[in-house]
Structure formats: structure tokens, C-alpha cells
């Protein structure tokens, strides 16, 4: 099965802490890409990050980072002193390069509330 | 600016009342899908296209109709909607196949069937 799990359906943190969002995905392919999507409020999808499933080197930029582990199929995100604009749902999703229909598999998301 | 443009962004319509909800995208991408986004369901792609009149179902086609005659225009088109297509639909494209490029996806249409 292919299959992406992001079992944290809402998190609320109060502004500076930090939060991690998880993502567990499932898949056959041995080369496959990882997404982390935001979606503010407004509705918008914006693109965060792309890992394809060779490169098990964490990053960093900025305030946000991700962590690759193939050993428990996870790509975990963690943003560092949260800030209310933060606030939004994150969606990761899944390529898997074998896959013919050009589809990304997508969780179903975490709402993130960064409260002041 | 790279762009994909999906019109209209909001739409309230009436059961069977066929409409289209446009996509164009300004890259000269090649492959182009849409989605719907569902509560505690994530995005679903409902159909894909890798070219000009190539055309193909993603995973909950029904109710829904594409055409792809030019590379930057991908309408999806809902012949007779009812009211479990109200939903946020997204448009996306990207430059080749594989996951090793961006996809790029448009500000979506919130569609609501009564």
C-alpha cells in the first residue's frame, strides 16, 4: 500500500514553544519523494520542502527543520520558537517514483494553533 | 511570474447545473492533475493529464470530466454536479514526472452544490 499517516489531527502550542509534526508514509517504491506542504488559512498550498528518498540528511531553514529516518519510514517537522503566523494545516505527502499517474499521496493533516 | 490560475475561486451552485472550474498555468509544464480536498481525507487526485489530449483517472474520477486541447489549460468540468462534490478543488503542474520537481498548485476553488 502507499499510503501517508500524520496521526496528529489538531496540536496548539503557545507562541515560542516548538512542535514537531509527524509523518509516517508507506511505500513499495525504493525511490520516492517526501513533501511538506502548509496551507494557511487563506487556503493556499504552499510548498515547504521536496526530499527524495536517497538523501537521509536532515535540514534546516530557518525556523524549520526535518527529520528523515527511512529505518522507521517517518519525515518528521519541527518548527523551532513558533510564532502565530505559523498557524495553518500541514500536509505531507508522498511520490512514489514507480507510480504512472504523476499523483502525490497526501496525508490527511495536522492543524497547527500557535496561540499568543 | 510562474503561476497556475484556477477561476472562479468560489462557487455556489444548484444540483445538476452543469459548470467548469478553469486551470492555466503559464510554465509550459506538461503534466497536470487535479484535486480534491476533503475534511480528514487530505487531497485526492481525481484525474491527470501528461500532455496535450492525454488524459487519465487518478483515484475518485467520478462525477468528473477533463480535457486537455493546449498545454496550459486543464478545465475540470462537473456535468451534473451533486451535492458530494462540494469541496476545495486544486489545480496542479509540473515540469516532468517524478516527483523530482515542484508541483505548483493554484489558489483553489471552494465549490459548494445545494
Known amino acids: 500500500a502507499q499510503k501517508v499517516t500524520q496521526a496528529q489531527t489538531e496540536i496548539s502550542v503557545v507562541e515560542k514553544e516548538d512542535v514537531t509534526l509527524d509523518c509516517v508514509y508507506e511505500?513499495?517504491?525504493?525511490?520516492?519523494?517526501l513533501f511538506w506542504y502548509k496551507q494557511p488559512p487563506s487556503g493556499e498550498l504552499v510548498f515547504l520542502i521536496r526530499?527524495?528518498?536517497?538523501?537521509?540528511q536532515n535540514e534546516i531553514s530557518g525556523r524549520y527543520s526535518w527529520n528523515f529516518q527511512k529505518s522507521t519510514s517517518s519525515f518528521n517537522f519541527t518548527i523551532t520558537a513558533s510564532q502565530v503566523v505559523d498557524s495553518a494545516v500541514y500536509f505531507c505527502?508522498?511520490?512514489?517514483?514507480?507510480?504512472?499517474?504523476?499523483?502525490?499521496?497526501f496525508g490527511t493533516g495536522t492543524l497547527l494553533a500557535v496561540q499568543p | 511570474e510562474a503561476q497556475v490560475t484556477q477561476n472562479p475561486r468560489y462557487l455556489i451552485t444548484v444540483t445538476g447545473k452543469k459548470l467548469t472550474v478553469t486551470c492555466s498555468q503559464n510554465?509550459?509544464?506538461?503534466?497536470m492533475s487535479w484535486y480534491r480536498q476533503d475534511p480528514g481525507l487530505g487531497l485526492r487526485q481525481i484525474y491527470y493529464?501528461?500532455?496535450?489530449?492525454?488524459?487519465d483517472k487518478g483515484d475518485v474520477p467520478e462525477g468528473y470530466k477533463v480535457s486537455r486541447k493546449e498545454k496550459r489549460n486543464f478545465p475540470l468540468i462537473l456535468e451534473s454536479p451533486s451535492p458530494n462534490q462540494t469541496s476545495l478543488y486544486f489545480c496542479?503542474?509540473?515540469?516532468?514526472?517524478?516527483?523530482?520537481?515542484?508541483?505548483?498548485f493554484g489558489q483553489g476553488t471552494r465549490l459548494t452544490v445545494v
Open positions: 496542479a503542474s509540473s515540469l516532468s514526472r517524478g516527483g523530482n520537481t515542484e508541483a505548483f
Open positions: 511505500t513499495r517504491d525504493t525511490t520516492y519523494y
Open positions: 526530499r527524495n528518498s536517497f538523501d537521509e
Open positions: 505527502a508522498l511520490y512514489p517514483y514507480g507510480g504512472a499517474t504523476n499523483k502525490l499521496i
Open positions: 510554465m509550459n509544464h506538461e503534466y
Open positions: 493529464s501528461m500532455n496535450v489530449e492525454v488524459t
